[in-house]
């Protein structure tokens, strides 16, 4: 196998917070910290966690929409980590992002021929009305939709065929890596699984490589080669989908997984809320393994001493003192409903 | 791209049904207005400052139709006259204040950070200049004329478009269409202009028509005042400062332009309300 497309050491973060309106930025608010992974040609890695674990700063690090603070990554053997705003414009063709949002994701002043045209003629990439035109056919074919769309407003679109429109514009400038950043989770269910495919058919078709982050496994299961889990801006679970699936190493990716029914379409739409206790904040994170303030099977050296992200074999990695891939008594235990401290989620 | 063109088209022609159906007496004062600024001299059916004092002061008639002025002028001819020079008002201050101001506001509020901060407070002191006042220096300086004097409120409108367009701006900032442009290599001057600057249309163009009718009203008052358009060249305020000393003879020569200007000014904010609403319901 060629070296990964993708390289991502020790990548971190931070945002400065004032404490109070007084005072300056005395603390830091880690998004992303120390985060290492690499994704290989071709392959569609997929990136898990709850509501502000910092998967969305991660994903505006590795396209370089935002600069990380510290740590390095490689694109293809080149660092891009911290290349000035000139110097990442001829990068910036290599590396495209699909959104979140489809309504905010397009301007909507503007024709869905125009933004395309645009994303086109930014770069040079293609010139000339006539081929522009022509490029602008084929992308809007490429995402399942006739080229009459082109003389169409964003907010004369439904949800889906804007997201479409957001993954044709990804891919007019032939990028090699697709970062996105919960393309899904806007939509209604029906509509989710013809984009998932949508995806998926273009990987296979372009060679694409593909960072896809979601908070629904059931959704990061259709897609991925490989699964991270993210908890707290760190990365405490790596392993080949299908291994993951089967059983995870880290009592977090258990809960996480126990705690969506994945078969039921209705309940994978619902944000991730595994396991009772809210996430701390991540700018006072606890000592430790951070996860162990709501480990069901945490133990003392657990509040002492963070547990590094090792190799459990077969490519599966894990940051737990005790990782295995069998679930504890007093895991299942707490699986059991509890009606009385039942948690609703959001 | 046939579609492309088609559909623009549907655009305006969609703005003008909504304007006529939520304010039809906005849209025909405003309309009626324009009209005369723009071809009325080339209509007007007697010379507006060839005096003739057999004629002062006469009622409506058939030659004349809104009567005489003191000079023996005919009123409509120099009342058409006075409403070119009312658009001309209009069209400086909304040029400057509309230009400057979104321009200024666009930058900081596009950009953030410290020319945010320092934009802000520019603005907030050409916002505490009295508009009378600039008005007078500036005329003092120069003369007084009609671009003079405009030159003044063009000013005081600056703030009111940087203020739109600042809060515009950094609503739009962080929204992902931006990102999106960042993402394909935009640079950040393009991204202001063809990225956020369209998306202020609909609230530069509600703003233009209220700082635009306060034109007119200053440009009446100015030239009442002596500091604008100077005699014999007619104006709302010149036409106004002559009547008044015949307000007991002819009162009709007031009440003329004072219905004049009130109906544009009505016409003007009935026509930005509905714009605005408009531009709300299209979002
Ligand atoms: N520009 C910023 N300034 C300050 N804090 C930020 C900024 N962006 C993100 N954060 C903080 O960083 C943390 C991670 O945010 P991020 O958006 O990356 O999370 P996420 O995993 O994408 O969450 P979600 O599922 O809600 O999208 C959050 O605590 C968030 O408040
Ligand atoms: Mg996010």
């Known amino acids: 196998m060629s070296a990964p497309l993708v390289t991502v050491k020790n990548l971190k973060k931070t945002f400065p917070v004032r404490e109070s309106v007084f005072r300056r930025a005395t603390r830091e608010l880690r998004a992303v910290d120390d985060v290492s992974f690499a994704v290989s040609r071709g392959e569609t890695l997929g990136l898990v966690g709850e509501s502000g674990c910092g998967k969305s700063t991660l994903a505006r690090c590795v396209a370089r929409l935002t600069e990380p603070s510290d740590g390095s990554i490689l694109f293809d053997g080149q660092e891009i980590a911290r290349l000035s705003t000139r110097e990442l414009r001829p990068m910036r063709r290599n590396i495209q992002l699909v959104f979140q949002d489809p309504m905010s994701s397009l301007n909507p002043r503007k024709r869905v021929g125009t933004i395309l045209r645009e994303a086109l003629s930014i770069q040079g990439l293609v010139s000339g009305r006539a081929r522009q035109d022509a490029r602008i056919a084929e992308l809007l074919e490429q995402v399942g939709l006739s080229p009459t769309f082109a003389g169409r407003l964003p907010r004369e679109l439904s949800g889906g065929q804007r997201q479409r429109i957001g993954i044709a514009r990804a891919l007019a400038l032939e990028p090699r890596l697709i970062v996105a950043d919960e393309p899904v989770s806007a939509l209604d269910v029906s509509v989710q699984a013809q984009i998932l495919n949508l995806l998926k058919d273009l990987q296979e078709q372009l060679g694409l490589t593909m960072l896809f982050i979601s908070h629904d496994l059931g959704v990061v299961r259709h897609v991925s080669d490989r699964v991270g889990v993210m908890y707290l801006g760190k990365l405490v679970e790596l392993a080949p989908a299908d291994a993951f699936y089967e059983a995870p190493l880290h009592p977090y990716s258990r809960a996480l997984l126990a705690s969506v029914p994945l078969p039921d379409p209705a309940a994978r739409g619902r944000a991730v809320r595994p396991i009772e206790g809210d996430m701390p904040s991540p700018i006072y994170p606890p000592a430790g393994c951070r996860f162990h303030t709501r480990c069901p099977i945490a133990q003392e050296i657990c509040s002492r001493t963070e547990p590094p992200l090792t190799d459990h074999g077969n490519g599966r990695l894990a940051a737990c003192h005790f990782a295995s891939p069998f679930a504890s008594a007093r895991e299942t235990e707490r699986a059991a409903p509890q009606p009385s401290q039942a948690k609703m989620g959001d | ?283």
């Open chain 2, 1 to 283: 791209m046939s579609a492309v063109v088609q559909t623009r088209r549907r655009g305006n022609a969609g703005l003008l049904r909504f304007l006529i159906r939520r304010s039809p007496l906005g849209l025909a004062l405003v309309t009626l207005f324009f009209l005369s600024a723009v071809f009325g001299p080339h209509f007007a059916p007697h010379s507006m400052t060839d005096t003739n004092l057999a004629m002062a002061l006469q009622g409506p008639s058939a030659e004349h139709w809104l009567g005489t002025d003191p000079l023996g002028r005919d009123v409509f001819s120099r009342l058409l006259g006075a409403s070119r020079v009312a658009g001309q008002a209009f069209l400086i201050v909304v040029l400057i204040g509309g230009i400057a101001g979104t321009a200024l506001g666009l930058f900081a509020g596009g950009r953030g950070g410290l020319i945010d901060l320092v934009v802000s407070r520019v603005v907030e002191i050409l916002q505490g200049f009295p508009t009378i006042l600039v008005a007078i220096v500036i005329v003092a300086l120069l003369n007084p004329s009609l671009t003079n004097a405009m030159v003044a409120v063009g000013l005081a409108a600056i703030p009111d478009f940087a203020r739109v367009s600042r809060s515009v701006a950094i609503q739009l900032r962080d929204r992902e269409f931006i990102q999106a442009a960042r993402g394909l290599g935009a640079g950040e001057m393009r991204i202001l202009w063809s990225e956020v600057l369209p998306n202020m249309a609909g609230p530069l163009v509600v703003i233009a028509s209220f700082d635009g009718a306060q034109a007119v009203l200053w440009e009446a008052s100015l030239s009442f005042l002596g500091l604008g358009v100077q005699p014999p060249d007619p104006s709302f305020g010149s036409m106004l400062r002559e009547a008044q000393n015949y307000l007991a003879i002819q009162p009709s020569l007031a009440i003329i332009v004072g219905l004049a200007v009130s109906g544009f000014i009505l016409g003007m904010n009935l026509l930005g309300d509905a714009l605005g609403d408009y531009f709300e319901q299209a979002r």
